[in-house]
């Protein structure tokens, strides 16, 4: 293998040579004995979304075969609100295929995710983790194919303020150093992430920056290529633990946040789908968008009201979700439409080597492009529980293929013009808008809590503590109450400035 190559694998992969599917407790183990590893660590999501973490000192062989095959108890009522504190210990079992050494820890450590087992050796039901388990699951058995997808993650990186070549407000996407001042802290994020096994596409500069007297907001966006939707989700809160980690070591501060500025660009969880059988794409059809896929689109759009309870979960969630913010407001979708819900990206269509104009002298390469097509849930920001919006978006395709007049109700939210255009404003009259508050979204999450129910995929349980939680935050109306209230509105910014 190449070393330079190498250098940006997970380095379990490079060592053991093979894939991380195929890791075993015997693979973690040599790699450990002859790697000189001291530490083991257990991650694993709690109920607020984040990563926790349970560190191990390697004492001797069979105390690590002993964690490798029995896991270890923790206090689930402390991580999650919907488990009692008279029942609350939850074992802790390693997933050895998302092993990887911890890039920030002095001492080299192994890390793996893990799943969360009840008392009598089950799964739990309500796991994070388990519960898109489920949701994929399910959508496999409905409709034969595998439910893939990879996220566009956005934050912003804040640091001093810098006078040289400063940035022009609201214009930063793609910006280049060195007018994009954390370009290279980007980057690094970007090998950590790879190294700790994530698939990543690329990484850029977003439109969002400004300034105030003492410090600069840039956001920034790393995107993934579609995997196994479970893989999905680990990359995903692995990319967040990470990107934290190496903000914090380089004296920066990050925010996941949908909102910290009134008038400024918001952060979303832009959410990429795909359903894949045989190893085929099943998102085009004869160069066009597929029926299979419609069916899926029609399913997001039935459920786009309660999608909202597992992708903007907190207060500041509905002021991203405004006109003229590039952010979506409105159930419809479109192709390369970016003022719509779920948008249906450019997919090499076209048929022809645009390649192979520009450079006569190679000899054209032949790609199945069709492998590219995706859609693209808009809605989701950084506030979501990641695992449980992708468990969301799973539901609501099967739900397409399971709905009688998917096709109809496909072809009635679609759009091919700026609904936010005065010119087009008896279209938007005719579509329905997503929830305005939490408490708006509890609600439309209890309208069709049965879906999501269905296949036992979202306990009843957990949707009462999603409903609940949302339902606290008592914030109808909130936009007319806080938007001109710069005081409340910065207070809302700094309750949930690190959510998810």
Request: glycine residues 6%.
């Amino acid at each position: 293998m190449d070393n330079r190559l190498a250098l940006n694998k997970n380095e379990l992969v490079a060592y053991l040579k093979k894939p991380a599917s195929q890791f075993t407790k015997e693979d973690i183990k040599r790699f450990i004995m002859e790697n000189e590893v001291n530490m083991v660590n257990f991650m694993y999501p709690g109920g607020d979304g984040r990563l926790k973490t349970l560190n191990f000192v390697i004492n001797d062989l069979d105390y690590l075969d002993e964690i490798l095959s029995c896991g270890e108890r923790v206090d689930g009522s402390s991580l999650f609100p919907f488990i009692e504190a008279s029942s609350s210990d939850l074992y802790v079992i390693p997933r050895y295929r998302t092993a990887f050494v911890d890039p920030f820890a002095v001492e080299k450590t192994v890390t793996m995710l893990c799943s969360y087992f009840n008392k009598d050796g089950e799964l739990l039901d309500s796991s994070p983790e388990y519960v898109l388990h489920k949701a994929c699951d399910a959508f496999k058995k409905v409709t034969g194919m595998e439910f893939q997808a990879m996220g566009e993650l956005e934050f912003y990186v804040i640091d001093e303020v810098q006078d040289d070549f400063p940035a022009v407000d609201q214009r930063g996407y793609h910006e280049s150093a060195p007018f994009a001042k954390n370009n290279d802290f980007r980057t690094n994020c970007m090998l950590k992430i790879a190294r700790c096994g994530g698939q990543i596409k690329y990484g850029h500069s977003e439109v969002g920056n400004f300034s105030d007297t003492d410090f600069n907001f840039e956001q920034n966006e790393i995107e993934f290529l579609p995997v196994a939707a479970e893989d999905a989700a680990d990359q995903l809160m692995i990319a967040k633990w990470v990107i934290r980690n190496e903000a914090y070591n380089s004296g920066l501060n990050v925010t996941f946040a949908p909102k910290i500025s009134i008038g400024k660009a918001g952060s979303g969880l832009h959410i990429h789908m795909r359903m894949m059988k045989d190893g085929k794409n099943q998102m085009l059809q004869d160069g066009i968008i597929s029926e299979t896929a419609r069916k899926a689109i029609a399913g997001m759009m039935d459920l786009a009201p309660s999608i909202t309870a597992f992708g903007n979960t907190n207060p500041t969630s509905y002021f991203r979700l405004v006109p003229h913010q590039e952010a979506p407001t409105n159930i419809c979708w479109g192709d390369r439409n970016r003022s719509v819900l779920v948008r249906v990206p450019l997919g090499w269509s076209a048929g022809k080597d645009m390649c192979g104009q520009i450079n006569p002298a190679s000899v054209s390469a032949q790609y199945d492009t069709t492998q590219k097509q995706t859609v693209e849930m808009r809605s989701p920001d950084g506030s979501a529980d990641v695992y449980l919006l992708i468990a969301s978006l799973a539901v609501a395709c099967r739900h397409g293929f399971e709905m009688e007049n998917a096709l109809d109700i496909a072809e009635q939210t679609y759009v091919n013009v700026n609904i936010h255009k005065k010119e087009n404003k008896d279209k938007l009259a005719k579509l329905k808008q997503l929830p305005d508050s939490c408490v708006a979204s509890s609600k439309c999450l209890q309208d069709q809590r049965a879906v999501y129910e269905e296949y036992n995929v979202f306990s009843p349980g957990m949707i009462d503590s999603i409903i609940a939680r949302l339902k606290a935050f008592k914030d109808e109306n909130i936009r007319s109450k806080v938007m001109d209230n710069e005081r409340k509105m910065l207070e809302l910014v700094e309750t949930y400035f690190h959510c998810g």
